[in-house]
């Protein structure tokens, strides 16, 4: 088998309803999440990831070559691909060059973005997949549970528009896929990506809800209550009910966030800014500027709003003391294979 060169495109997607634990007693690799989650795939954030064959493995990311940790992943993670591909032999060596419009490992989903791209790509060059249809193309549910073996939040970055990750039940994960539930023009939202520090953030996602499954107090009643929230979320999403899908949002946020302060030792991924734009989000709310907030396992702050009036709330939240930058995204579209 000789690998063919591929390229893949990926959209970072934000929970509006989120996923914190992965499912007691699951298979760690097949990285089941204990509760479902909801989400919007953002257009401009995204990772383009390139593969070809190598005489050695090479993980080249925004131009830097990286080794360790990082490389190990993706190189596991091709490993699983190729397996899942169906060849005998040993994967032979890869390079793999990807690109991320968007900051890396800053809570701005990176690695949803990334696994999704690398999934795709490397479908494509193991010959797994020659090309992605549509969002009905049964192809993407089967790369969207391989991308989940990665990350989490990657499984739900196959589509664009708005999607669905189940926590499902079955104990290989089979019913645990994601599927879309809206198509990115449903509806004219917007995202404001509100920037409130630079470089990495502190506690990676995995390790980080690991620790709050085993010692947070709230922990059972997250995952208990979760279910309700996705329900509600699609149903406000389906009927374009603004203020339900705000409301509904940000009790999932600060619920996961109440159940990360409460883990032994606590996880605080908020800055001081991150609280000032939150406080500046629900002033201007109260004035007729209408978003809610939602935050991950970072300090940036998620404002979900009407596109009419994002130029507005932009304008009032890059005023606050310690935002670098306000970005306004659009829902965006599917991941996308091109074979070299
Ligand atoms: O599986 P990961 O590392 O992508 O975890 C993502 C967790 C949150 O971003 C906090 C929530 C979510 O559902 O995206």
Known sequence: MTIR???ATAHSNIALVKYWGKRDGADPALNLPAVGSLSMTLDELRS?????????????????????????????????????????SARPPCRVVSTNHLPTAAGLASSASGFAALTVAAAGAFGLATKLGDANDPVRGVLSALARQGSGSAARSLWGGFVRLDAGSDDQGRDCIARPIQPR???????????????AKAIASTGGMESSRLTSPYYPAWVETSPADLDAAEQALAQRQLALLGEVMEHSCFKMHACMLATRPPLVYWNGTSLEVIRAVWLARERGLAGWVTSDAGP????????????????????????????AVAPGPDASLELL
Do not use: I, N, Y
Not at 57 to 82: E, I, N, Q, S, Y
Not at 185 to 199: E, F
Not at 304 to 311: I, K, N, P, R, Y
């Open 5 to 7: 060169s591929a390229r």
């Open 48 to 88: 383009v990831t390139e593969l070809h064959a190598d005489t050695a493995d090479r993980f080249v990311l925004d131009d830097v070559m990286l080794t360790g940790k990082p490389a190990t992943k993706v190189f596991a993670h091709l490993d699983l691909m190729w397996r899942r591909s169906g060849w005998p």
């Open 185 to 199: 023009d449903h509806w004219p939202l917007k995202l404001l990506v509100v920037h409130t520090a630079r470089g």
């Open 300 to 327: 940036h702050v998620k404002v979900l709003c009407d596109a009419g009036q994002a130029t507005e709330l932009a304008r009032v939240l890059a005023a606050v003391p310690g935002v670098h930058e306000v970005q």
